[in-house]
């Protein structure tokens, strides 16, 4: 069955804003650390922001500043806020708990 959904992406002009969402049918999502990877054309996946179940959170040097990763167990969602928006920022972006993976979302950022 469907565990994690990712939603939210599409395309941007450089210096904007989209916000990611990931839901998530999983058991003890509250307890859960959260993740976002994004890969964009020809390269590796890369790690891109966490948030755990007690909401510490951690980013990516590239994203910090700019992005904000945020949860609400009570709609088992995660989130994730993209400002100001570069154009390396383009990529498909996938949520992750442990092994699960979403289908990801695509970002397009135009310059």
């Known amino acids: 069955q469907v565990q994690l959904v990712e939603s939210g992406g599409g395309l941007v002009q450089a210096g904007g804003s989209l916000r990611l969402s990931c839901a998530a049918s999983l058991a003890a999502f509250s307890m859960r650390t959260m993740q976002w990877y994004r890969q964009a054309p020809g390269h590796q996946r890369e790690w891109v922001a966490r948030?755990?179940?007690?909401?510490?959170?951690d980013y990516a040097d590239s994203v910090k500043g700019r992005f904000t990763i945020s949860r609400d167990n009570a709609k088992n969602t995660v989130y994730l806020q993209m400002s100001s928006l570069k154009a390396e920022d383009t990529a498909v972006y996938y949520c992750?708990?442990?092994?699960?993976w979403g289908q990801g979302t695509q970002v397009t950022v135009s310059s």
């Open positions: 992750n708990t442990n092994y699960i």
């Open positions: 948030i755990t179940g007690g909401g510490n959170t």
